[in-house]
């Protein structure tokens, strides 16, 4: 079965930026149809973004504005660039495949003051 990697994750201080990038463990149609979503200690997972196979995407009010997401059909690669980050964006970053529903291991973001 086909497996989903998150990388880009770190520690940043208010206002940085990073990309995430969500990598299949072979060439998939599963990522054709994604989202991304993340945990916070002691919070409930929630959604963040996602891309349809149209390219549509769509944004938490958190982080519209901010985050911009992006498929590259061409690296079979998911990304999630992460700009203006707020001590509230510190969680565990989650990629997931809607058409498949598989899901990633995660990546940890620490946003600090």
């Known amino acids: 079965q086909v497996q989903l990697m998150e990388s880009g994750g770190g520690s940043v201080q208010a206002g940085g930026s990073l990309r995430l990038s969500c990598t299949p463990s072979?060439?998939?149609?599963?990522?054709?149809?994604m989202n991304w979503y993340r945990q916070a200690p002691g919070k409930e997972r929630e959604f963040v973004s996602g891309?349809?196979?149209?390219?549509?995407?769509n944004y938490a009010v958190s982080v519209k504005g901010r985050f911009t997401i992006s498929h590259d059909e061409a690296l079979n690669k998911v990304y999630l660039q992460m700009d203006s980050l707020k001590p509230e964006d510190t969680a565990k970053y989650y990629c997931?495949?809607?058409?498949?529903?598989?899901w990633g291991q995660g990546t940890q973001v620490t946003v600090s003051t």
């Open positions: 997931s495949s809607v058409r498949c529903s598989i």
């Open positions: 072979e060439f998939t149609y599963c990522m054709f149809d």
């Open positions: 891309i349809d196979s149209l390219g549509t995407t």
